[in-house]
Structure formats: C-alpha cells, structure tokens
Antibody
C-alpha cells in the first residue's frame, strides 16, 4: 500500500525558507488519478490545506499563503516538495503530506504521512 | 472561503454509547464532505467520504449523513479505540477547508 513520509528541518529561522520533502513508497507519484498535497496543523489543532500538485506539474495553492508557497514534483525520485518563503512564527505547525483522490464525485485525502513539526524561531 | 463549523467542540461518552457529531458549511457543498479521525500524535485518517461513503477498512459502526450545508457523523456502539478527535472537511471548492474538530472523550 502507498505510504508517505515527510522529511526536512524541524527548526527554521524567521524570514527564511521552509523546505520539506515527501517521499512516496508503494506506488508511483506519476499516477494520473491523484494529486499530491500539503496540509498543516497549527498548535491549536486547526488544519489548513496548503496546496497540491498533479502528476503533470499543475499546482494550486491556498490564497492565505499570499504566494509564499511552491510545490514541486520529482518523478525520478518519486517525491514531491514544499517550499514556504518568508516564514514567521505563525508558520509553526505540524506539516503533513497526503495523497488526494479527485474525480467528479469524490475528493478526499488518504493516506497521510506521519507529519513533521516545523518550528519557526530564532 | 467556505467555513466549516463543528459542534460540539468536545463531548464525553461511555463505551457502547451512540454519538453524533455535527458539521455545518457556510454555503451549500452538496455532498462534498469528508470525515477524518485523529488520535494524539498521529495523522488524520479518512473515515467517510462524499458525506456517507465508508472508507475501506473502517468499521461499520461509523456512518455519515447529510447534504448541502448540514452533515452528521454517527458512531454507534462506541468502542475504546474511538476516543479521538474528529474533523470534517469540504471538498466542494478550493481552498479546501476543515472544521475545528470534535474531541470525543471518555466519560
């Protein structure tokens, strides 16, 4: 079965760029049926969809990021990545990657990675 | 953005109880509503998609209902492993949005 695993620094300084990678195993990231997504969970437990990328490289982002986010795909490594620029303490969260199934009727996130805590602090 | 409002924010229940969690959307989302279960330190897990379809492997004591703006998640015969936080999520339009969660605690 498909599994996802996030990796990246757990501490980022304010104003710098947060960079995370999600490695997919048990399935190909090139499958056309899925989008590959990033979601974060704030310390107060609220969940926020960050954005996704399709197998062809099309992206969509949450406007709340104010154009700070970039999601990219590496099919040769079977992983996808998130970069979030100009971070502040408000970006401190657990970051999850997830596979998103989308068709005309159904649209859901499953499975999710285990999550990685990123703290923004000097 | 579509706002998702869950109620109650927490509830206490006993093993064997029937529990219902409510989720309301700020506008019609037809049946584009998913439910997730999250246990402490773990990622959310998909339980119900498209308002009422049970994800493969999820016990049949979980059921979902509703459409347009009002939705429910019901757990019949609550089991010890069901004590967790439950989130609804709309997939009708981006940005995709989640409810704030309902924590089901042991009475």
């Amino acid at each position: 079965q498909v599994q996802l695993q996030e990796s990246g620094p757990g501490l980022v300084k304010p104003s710098q760029t947060l960079s995370l990678t999600c490695t997919v195993s048990g399935g190909s990231i090139s499958s056309g049926a899925y989008f590959w997504s990033w979601i974060r969970q704030f310390p107060g437990k609220g969940l926020e969809w960050i954005g996704d990328i399709t197998y062809s490289g099309s992206t969509k982002y949450n406007p709340t990021l104010m154009s700070r986010g970039t999601i990219s795909l590496d099919t040769s490594e079977n992983h996808f990545s998130l970069k979030l620029s100009s971070v502040s303490a408000a970006d401190t969260a657990v970051y999850y990657c997830a596979r998103r199934f989308v068709d005309t009727r159904d649209d859901w996130f499953d499975p999710w990675g285990q999550g990685t805590l990123v703290t923004v602090s000097s | 953005d579509i706002q998702m409002t869950q109620s109650p924010s927490s509830l206490s229940a006993s093993v064997g109880d029937r529990v219902t969690v409510f989720c309301r959307a700020s506008q019609s989302i037809r049946s584009h509503l998913n439910w997730y279960q999250q246990k402490p330190g773990k990622a959310p897990k998909l339980l119900i998609y498209s308002a009422s379809s049970l994800q493969s492997g999820v016990p049949s004591r979980f059921s979902g209902g509703g459409s347009e703006t009002a939705f429910t998640l019901t757990i019949s015969d609550l089991q010890p492993e069901d004590f967790a936080t439950y989130y609804c999520q709309q997939s009708y339009i981006t940005p995709l949005t989640f409810g704030r969660g309902t924590k089901v605690e042991i009475k």
